[in-house]
Nanobody, 120 residues
Framework: QVQLVESGGGSVQAGGSLRLSCAAS????????MGWYRQAPGKQRELVAS???????NYADSVKGRFTISRDNTKNTVYLQMNSLKPEDTAVYFC??????????????WGQGTQVTVSS
């Protein structure tokens, strides 16, 4: 019903930057919050940043001041600008969206994940 397609992952050296994008498509009535999560090997998935439909943002302490989340509601797309990357940022990054597919029906959807690797 709803697909989230991520792009922009890759490999960079510490101190470098990457920009992730996630576009939602399909049966969309309205998108509420969108966010980025990450999961490193052997660790639980954790919230990196989220953004409400009105633009209010929330960040994990570990990325504050380095990462910026934004969204383009006209394109149903969320972005994550990652600067000053550190090796500990290495993980698979997942996009998440809280989507209403009708006035009464609301579901959470996940992207397939994109690998971010930061070398020292």
């Amino acid at each position: 019903q709803v697909q989230l397609v991520e792009s922009g992952g890759g490999s960079v050296q510490a101190g470098g930057s990457l920009r992730l994008s996630c576009a939602a498509s399909g049966r969309i009535f309205m998108i509420n919050a969108m966010g980025w999560y990450r999961q490193a090997p052997g660790k639980q998935r954790e919230l990196v940043a989220s953004i409400a439909s009105g633009g209010t943002t929330n960040y994990a302490d570990s990325v504050k001041g380095r990462f910026t989340i934004s969204r383009d509601n006209t394109k149903n797309t969320v972005y994550l600008q990652m600067n000053s990357l550190k090796p500990e940022d290495t993980a698979v990054y997942f996009c998440n969206a809280d989507v209403r597919i009708s006035v009464l029906t609301r579901n959470a959807y996940w992207g397939q994940g994109t690998q971010v690797t930061v070398s020292s």
